[in-house]
């Protein structure tokens, strides 16, 4: 699986960005992809997920202003953000999910994209 994170860069506050992620080597099934970010001095967190079926999951944070979607066909993963905050600024990371003990866990991870979003 190869995954690789394009569209960070600097936005004022309110302002928009779209990430995207060219996605190869990856079974579009039960198992999702994700967004994730990472601040300098922080935990990596999570952001949004997709799955095969259109089902999104959101973090509370992100909720209203980021909006997750996918072109199987590219195939590749968008990440939408609107409405950025200072505390947005991160670098952003697409993972995709595999299997584990029958759970979907997130097993591959592009090299990540940063956000910087000033006042």
């Known amino acids: 699986v190869y995954l690789a994170e394009s569209g960070g860069g600097s936005v004022q506050a309110g302002g928009s960005l779209k990430l995207s992620c060219s996605v190869s080597?990856?079974?579009?099934?039960?198992?999702?992809l994700n967004w994730y970010r990472q601040a300098p001095g922080k935990e990596r967190e999570f952001v949004s997920s997709?799955?095969?079926?259109?089902?999104?999951r959101y973090a509370d944070f992100v909720k209203g202003r980021f909006t997750t979607s996918q072109d199987i066909g590219k195939p590749t993963l968008y990440l939408q953000m609107n409405n950025l905050k200072t505390e947005d600024t991160a670098t952003y990371y697409c993972?995709?999910?595999?299997?584990?003990?029958?759970?979907?866990?997130?097993?591959?991870w592009g090299q990540g994209t940063q956000v910087t979003v000033s006042s």
């Open positions: 993972a995709a999910e595999q299997k584990s003990s029958g759970l979907c866990l997130a097993g591959y």
């Open positions: 997709i799955r095969g079926d259109g089902t999104t």
């Open positions: 080597g990856f079974r579009f099934g039960s198992c999702g």
